[in-house]
């Protein structure tokens, strides 16, 4: 999934989760954790995005009149 689309999910979250949790006036509300437990889950996702272009070897690109031997 595309890193940009999960951080704008992620702040979607987020402000979700400020409001609900102030208007409820508990972070052990339900619904705060539920969404708490979404934004962990985007969280993860994103850690393992970069992980994984940390771990990925890069792409080599030689110019055209290069030879490899």
Do not use: C, W
């Not at 969404?35 to 055209?64: C, F, G, H, M």
């Amino acid at each position: 999934m595309d890193k940009t689309i999960l951080l704008n999910q992620l702040q979607s979250l987020r402000l979700k989760l400020h409001e609900i949790a102030e208007a409820r006036g508990s972070l052990t509300d339900p619904d705060v954790i539920a969404i708490s437990e979404e934004a962990d889950e985007l969280i993860v996702a994103l850690q393992q995005l970069q992980r994984a272009r940390l771990i990925e070897p890069p792409l080599r690109t030689y110019p055209d009149n290069f030879q490899s031997k």
